[in-house]
């Protein structure tokens, strides 16, 4: 039953996490008008690389940002809601992990995005985590939930 309720408490805390990060973006004129995720690309103390080349066409920089921006606003204020359905959670899961893989990669941020998908595997169910660990390890038994012993074959 511990379990159980600290399992809650991180699928809340996720959710207030995303909800107040996505609040306190509409504060900022930046994500208003567009421009937060191209200023951020291109600020050279947070992106790993070079992204300059995205500011060469004005085409390609508006669509970068502002499909940058609608989808970080988007998932970030919809994930409180979205979640909790079961047959939206893969999709926000999903999301979550586009999302973290850009942060990750434009921005040099690996160790955020790292925990925060942690915390979103909180949303996994456990007999899913169980089949990828199963599939990743190429184990030839199923592995056991705790508390139950493996069947012996005979």
């Known amino acids: 039953m511990a379990a159980n309720v600290v399992i809650r408490l991180i699928q809340v805390h996720m959710c207030i996490v995303y ?18 995720v191209y200023l951020t690309l291109l600020t050279h103390e947070l992106a790993p690389m070079d992204l ?20 970080t606003l ?12 079961r047959l939206w959670r893969p999709v926000v899961l999903a999301a979550a992990v586009v ?10 941020l690996g160790a955020f ?9 909180a949303f996994v169910p456990p007999w899913v985590l169980r089949s990828l660990i199963e599939t990743a390890t190429g184990a030839a038994e199923p592995i056991p939930a705790r508390g139950h012993r493996a069947r012996s074959g005979g």
């Open 19 to 36: 909800l107040a990060a996505g609040a306190a973006k509409l504060q900022g004129s930046a994500w208003w008008d567009g421009t937060a």
């Open 52 to 71: 300059r080349w995205i500011a060469a066409r004005d085409w390609l920089w508006q669509g970068i940002g502002l499909a940058g921006n609608a989808f």
């Open 74 to 85: 988007a998932f970030e204020l919809s994930f409180v809601f979205l979640v909790w359905h």
């Open 99 to 108: 999302m973290h893989l850009g942060i990750a990669v434009s921005m040099g």
């Open 113 to 121: 995005s790292l925990a925060m998908l942690i915390g979103c595997l």
